[in-house]
């Protein structure tokens, strides 16, 4: 069993294959964090402590004893009102107007399989995969209750946390902050690993020391964001690639988020992470029910790379879901940057001729189909086919594409709304926007309310008469800003806004799955601005960032393979002068790149050359047989790219049979230094063979000094390296 119960000491210790995790309950009720670490048996109560800490103040229950004090003790699920002046997961403003929950223990249940959260994406898994742990928690003034849920996947190494709380009172309570997870750590010093970012430049890796002081992220946007992604990493100061203790946090959410660290007086450390409090306070009416979002957590003692494959694997097998969870993603060219706005039936179908002359698997018609869109200053909520613009209908279209042997894709931002739209004249009030006021703008669009069900129906059906008139296999959903004016029409609770329209989101993608069970969803919001576990619940492909040129893909996808697997970043070879940055790469180097990704094209290939025209269509047939490795093998970051000369990464099969090694130079100089990559995931004692040149090297060399990049010269050089194992050598001969 991976979940064990102490019933003389009341300790619960969940076991995974390698790491250990444990809590006790106490003799008055509090549910305090033991330990969470490398794989071990027996029991850390021993490691809790008890002095007079002054200014930290004890439960009423402990009498006369100062040596108690929840300000200092390890706890699962602190909150506010017990003496804990930490920062606590949970706050709550009761009927009467005082800030208080006291949580005590009041019974458990152990259940095979893995919990589910309705309405909400989550961790899912098979009964002979995982095991539940539900602590039942509750304050006895107050009827609050909280159900304290534990997932524990113990082959992945992953265990997830989540939390149901109930009024269970005769009066109206306000939750005022809900967090799903804390790690209190008594010792060790720590950093903080977040990746912070921008529009175009998304999931810079950042790392500091976790210090005396609250160190904070997060996104009030209600989306995830560009600035700051809701995951991140507590790692030993010393921790590398290979060695140290890390652990991993992921928010399965895509709205506003907070994520917080802190070292207290006492040199203990406190990580947490959930929702944003801001614009947050969300009233519990007597008998409702209220479901904090689920948290991935991983710990490692090997290393930042064990703790990403655990974290990679969880979201590829246990996330994502649907036909194209494990099987091949479509290589595909995207009408954006051939067309933009600029188009008609004809230009798209003579774009699909010259995919399916290259090779590759999908067209796909990109935003200006719809309404009157010649613009992005109109049109948007009108998702009817403009048949004049196209001079055809939209099944039309589809078919003379699909008779070319290709797919077919459309693009959709169904949370938006433009004021030039035939929608928000028949329905103004569907916007988010607080009366009296003029509303925010972004990129000339406004925010439908998807709080309210009959907007979320109203959409969904427009959006499933478009689908219903081809062959359509893949939906691209964008959303193109953030959310500033909360405020629904339908409520005078808005502070119940951004999570309720967050619920309606994933209400509209659960249904267009159902109806659609064969679709290709690709998340997008400007690019990466919402690159989340909870968007990978109903896409598996999220488009990595709208900036395209090579070089700044390096560190944008640098960043996200710290939490993400290579199979859900949407990358894709674009052209040059590269319309983000003007930069002008090889294409190979481009294609090496995005070949760390889902692959595909965002260029006219009417404007290509026949050398690079046969250049791409080598690409794709590398690509195509090397996805397996890609979408499914094991992810290693052999170099640093905000450090080294050379950006490097490997694609290695489980059982070492295989490497991808793929490496880009991102500087070049007069008597160039050589710069040797070392290699990871081989087996020990065996030879390797270079398929491309039938060159032997040695597994346990490449691992200790690498493989050397040749010296060339020209910006950018980009080198591609398959290694297949050969045999192992009798050492004596």
Same mark, same amino acid.
């Given at each position: 069993? *991976?979940?064990?119960?102490?019933?003389?000491?009341?300790?619960?210790?969940?076991?995974?294959?390698?790491?250990?995790?444990?809590?006790?309950?106490?003799?008055?009720?509090?549910?305090?964090?033991?330990?969470?670490?490398?794989?071990?048996?027996?029991?850390?109560?021993?490691?809790?402590?008890?002095?007079?800490?002054?200014?930290?103040?004890?439960?009423?229950?402990?009498?006369?004893?100062?040596?108690?004090?929840? $300000?200092?003790?390890?706890?699962?699920?602190?909150? !506010?009102?017990?003496?804990?002046?930490?920062?606590?997961?949970?706050?709550?403003?009761?009927?009467?107007?005082?800030?208080? @929950?006291?949580?005590?223990?009041?019974?458990?249940?152990?259940?095979? /399989?893995?919990?589910?959260?309705?309405?909400?994406?989550?961790?899912?898994?098979?009964?002979?995969?995982?095991?539940?742990?539900?602590?039942?928690?509750?304050?006895?003034?107050?009827?609050?209750?909280?159900?304290?849920?534990?997932?524990?996947?113990?082959?992945?190494?992953?265990?997830?946390?989540?939390?149901?709380?109930?009024?269970? *009172?005769?009066?109206?309570?306000?939750?005022?902050?809900?967090?799903?997870?804390?790690?209190?750590?008594?010792?060790?010093?720590?950093?903080?690993?977040?990746?912070?970012?921008?529009?175009?430049?998304?999931?810079?890796?950042e790392r500091k020391p976790i210090l005396h002081s609250a160190q904070v992220i997060g996104s009030r946007r209600g989306t995830s964001s560009h600035q700051y992604n809701p995951m991140m990493i507590a790692a030993e100061h010393g921790a590398t690639e290979d060695a140290g203790t890390c652990?991993?946090?992921? +928010?399965?959410?895509?709205? !506003?988020?907070?994520?917080?660290?802190?070292?207290?007086?006492?040199?203990?450390?406190?990580?947490?992470?959930?929702?944003? $409090?801001?614009?947050?306070?969300?009233?519990?009416?007597?008998?409702?029910?209220?479901?904090?979002?689920?948290?991935?957590?991983? @710990?490692?003692?090997?290393?930042?790379?064990?703790?990403?494959?655990?974290?990679?694997?969880?979201?590829?097998?246990?996330?994502?879901?649907?036909?194209?969870?494990? /099987?091949?993603?479509?290589?595909?060219?995207?009408?954006?940057?051939? @067309?933009?706005?600029?188009?008609?039936?004809?230009?798209?179908?003579?774009?699909?001729?010259?995919?399916?002359?290259?090779?590759?698997?999908?067209?796909?018609?990109?935003?200006?189909?719809?309404?009157?869109?010649?613009?992005?200053?109109?049109?948007?909520?009108?998702?009817?086919?403009?048949?004049?613009?196209?001079?055809?209908?939209?099944?039309?279209?589809?078919?003379?594409?699909?008779?070319?042997?290709?797919?077919?894709?459309?693009?959709?931002?169904?949370?938006?709304?433009? #004021? $030039?739209?035939?929608?928000?004249?028949?329905?103004?009030?569907?916007?988010?926007?607080? %009366?009296?006021?003029? %509303?925010?703008?972004?990129?000339? &669009?406004?925010?439908?309310?998807?709080?309210?069900?009959?907007?979320?129906?109203?959409?969904?059906?427009?959006? @499933?008469?478009?689908?219903?008139?081809?062959?359509?296999?893949?939906?691209?959903?964008?959303?193109?800003?953030?959310?500033?004016?909360?405020?629904?029409?339908?409520?005078?609770? &808005?502070?119940?806004?951004?999570?309720?329209?967050?619920?309606?989101?994933?209400? +509209?993608?659960?249904?267009?799955?159902?109806?659609?069970?064969?679709?290709?969803?690709?998340?997008?919001?400007?690019?990466?601005?919402?690159?989340?576990?909870?968007?990978?619940?109903? !896409?598996?492909?999220?488009?990595?960032?709208?900036?395209?040129?090579?070089?700044?893909?390096?560190?944008?996808?640098?960043?996200?393979?710290? /939490?993400? =697997?290579?199979?859900?970043?949407? !990358?894709?070879?674009?052209?040059?002068?590269?319309?983000?940055?003007?930069?002008?790469? %090889?294409? #190979?180097?481009?294609?090496?790149?995005?070949?760390?990704?889902?692959?595909?094209?965002?260029?006219? %290939?009417?404007?290509?050359?026949? #050398?690079?025209?046969?250049?791409?269509?080598?690409?794709?047939?590398?690509?195509?047989?090397?996805?397996?490795?890609? &979408?499914?093998?094991?992810?290693?970051?052999?170099?640093?790219?905000?450090? $080294?000369?050379?950006?490097?990464?490997? +694609?290695?099969?489980?059982?070492?049979?295989?490497?991808?090694?793929?490496?880009?130079?991102?500087?070049?100089?007069?008597?160039?230094?050589?710069?040797?990559?070392?290699?990871?995931?081989?087996?020990?004692?065996?030879?390797?063979?270079?398929?491309?040149?039938?060159?032997?090297?040695?597994?346990?060399?490449?691992?200790?000094?690498?493989?050397?990049? =040749?010296?060339?010269?020209?910006?950018?050089?980009?080198?591609?390296?398959?290694?297949?194992?050969?045999?192992?050598?009798?050492?004596?001969?």
């Open positions: 069993m *991976s979940i064990i119960y102490q019933k003389e000491k009341k300790i619960f210790t969940l076991h995974t294959a390698h790491t250990t995790y444990q809590m006790q309950v106490d003799s008055y009720g509090f549910l305090l964090h033991l330990y969470y670490g490398r794989k071990t048996p027996g029991h850390m109560d021993y490691l809790l402590t008890y002095a007079d800490r002054g200014f930290s103040g004890n439960p009423y229950d402990a009498g006369k004893d100062r040596t108690y004090s929840m $300000d200092v003790l390890p706890q699962e699920f602190p909150t !506010s009102g017990t003496g804990d002046f930490r920062s606590p997961a949970l706050i709550i403003r009761n009927a009467d107007g005082s800030y208080s @929950c006291d949580l005590r223990y009041q019974g458990h249940s152990i259940e095979k /399989g893995k919990y589910r959260l309705p309405c909400l994406p989550a961790v899912y898994a098979g009964e002979d995969e995982a095991e539940t742990l539900i602590i039942h928690m509750k304050d006895p003034v107050t009827d609050i209750c909280v159900d304290l849920l534990y997932g524990v996947l113990p082959e992945s190494d992953i265990i997830t946390r989540a939390a149901r709380i109930r009024n269970e *009172s005769e009066k109206k309570v306000t939750l005022m902050k809900t967090q799903t997870a804390c790690l209190d750590f008594l010792t060790g010093d720590y950093d903080l690993i977040t990746f912070h970012g921008r529009h175009a430049m998304e999931r810079n890796m652990y991993g946090l992921s +928010f399965v959410y895509s709205g !506003s988020f907070k994520g917080e660290a802190e070292k207290d007086q006492f040199e203990q450390t406190r990580i947490q992470l959930g929702l944003m $409090d801001e614009m947050f306070s969300y009233p519990l009416e007597p008998g409702q029910l209220f479901l904090a979002p689920e948290v991935i957590l991983t @710990c490692s003692t090997e290393g930042l790379a064990r703790l990403s494959h655990n974290l990679h694997q969880c979201i590829r097998d246990h996330v994502c879901r649907g036909a194209y969870r494990d /099987g091949g993603r479509p290589v595909l060219l995207n009408s954006w940057e051939a @067309c933009y706005f600029d188009f008609d039936g004809e230009a798209i179908y003579q774009l699909a001729r010259q995919a399916a002359d290259l090779g590759l698997d999908m067209l796909v018609l990109d935003d200006g189909w719809f309404g009157k869109r010649d613009s992005d200053y109109s049109g948007l909520g009108d998702w009817y086919v403009n048949e004049d613009k196209l001079g055809e209908s939209l099944g039309h279209l589809v078919k003379r594409v699909t008779d070319l042997g290709l797919r077919f894709g459309i693009w959709f931002e169904p949370e938006a709304i433009n #004021e $030039d739209s035939d929608l928000y004249r028949q329905h103004p009030d569907w916007v988010l926007k607080i %009366p009296g006021r003029d %509303p925010v703008r972004a990129r000339y &669009q406004l925010v439908l309310d998807y709080s309210r069900p009959e907007v979320v129906d109203a959409i969904f059906d427009a959006v @499933c008469r478009v689908l219903d008139q081809g062959d359509i296999t893949y939906v691209k959903w964008d959303m193109n800003r953030s959310i500033c004016d909360v405020y629904s029409m339908e409520t005078d609770d &808005q502070g119940r806004v951004l999570y309720d329209y967050m619920l309606g989101l994933y209400d +509209f993608l659960d249904r267009l799955l159902a109806r659609y069970p064969n679709l290709l969803l690709e998340g997008c919001s400007g690019g990466g601005g919402r690159f989340d576990a909870g968007m990978l619940y109903y !896409s598996p492909q999220i488009w990595c960032s709208d900036n395209t040129d090579a070089m700044d893909r390096l560190h944008i996808q640098y960043g996200t393979s710290f /939490g993400y =697997p290579i199979s859900a970043v949407g !990358s894709h070879v674009s052209a040059v002068p590269n319309h983000q940055t003007g930069r002008v790469t %090889p294409i #190979e180097t481009r294609a090496v790149t995005a070949m760390a990704g889902t692959f595909g094209y965002e260029l006219d %290939p009417y404007h290509m050359t026949e #050398e690079d025209k046969n250049l791409v269509r080598d690409q794709i047939r590398r690509y195509k047989a090397y996805a397996p490795l890609i &979408q499914h093998g094991l992810y290693y970051r052999l170099t640093d790219p905000r450090a $080294d000369q050379a950006a490097a990464w490997e +694609f290695a099969a489980e059982d070492g049979s295989e490497v991808l090694v793929q490496v880009v130079m991102q500087e070049i100089h007069g008597n160039m230094t050589n710069n040797y990559i070392r290699l990871k995931g081989l087996r020990a004692g065996a030879l390797y063979e270079d398929a491309q040149t039938g060159r032997i090297y040695p597994a346990d060399a490449l691992m200790q000094v690498g493989w050397p990049v =040749p010296i060339e010269p020209g910006d950018y050089q980009a080198w591609q390296k398959h290694f297949v194992i050969r045999d192992y050598p009798d050492l004596d001969d």
